[in-house]
């Protein structure tokens, strides 16, 4: 497995914080071209951006949708990933990025 050369900023990008606009658009990318992907679709990304050395927060992404797959199967979808979910709802509820339209909070509806 490739490690990616700063993995202490990796490790820093997983952790809570506000992401600046440019990481925010990093990571909006990695959910659009991870959605329909397997697991092992997931493992092949992952390892190609660990070896490109690519942006922390891209890789984190990738690590924790990859994690997400592992335990919850099935192609990735952003309504199905209740991490995302959850985020959205905190975010819309603080009034902070409204969410695009079709990849809001769940509603039930």
């Given at each position: 497995?490739?490690?990616?050369?700063?993995?202490?900023?990796?490790?820093?990008a997983h952790?809570?914080?506000?992401?600046?606009?440019?990481?925010?658009?990093?990571?909006?990318?990695?959910?659009?071209?991870?959605?329909?992907?397997?697991?092992?679709?997931?493992?092949?990304?992952?390892?190609?951006?660990?070896?490109?050395?690519?942006?922390?927060?891209?890789?984190?992404?990738?690590?924790?949708?990859?994690?997400?797959?592992?335990?919850?199967?099935?192609?990735?979808?952003?309504?199905?990933?209740?991490?995302?979910?959850?985020?959205?709802?905190?975010?819309?509820r603080h009034?902070?990025?409204?969410?695009?339209?079709?990849?809001?909070?769940?509603?039930?509806?």
């Open positions: 497995m490739t490690e990616h050369p700063d993995e202490a900023a990796v490790e820093a952790e809570p914080h506000d992401p600046a606009p440019g990481e925010r658009a990093a990571v909006d990318r990695v959910r659009a071209e991870a959605v329909g992907m397997g697991h092992h679709q997931v493992e092949a990304a992952l390892e190609k951006v660990r070896a490109e050395a690519a942006d922390p927060a891209v890789v984190a992404e990738w690590e924790r949708i990859e994690e997400h797959l592992a335990a919850h199967r099935g192609p990735y979808a952003p309504d199905a990933d209740p991490f995302l979910q959850g985020r959205l709802t905190a975010r819309a009034g902070i990025d409204p969410p695009e339209p079709g990849v809001g909070p769940q509603t039930g509806a």
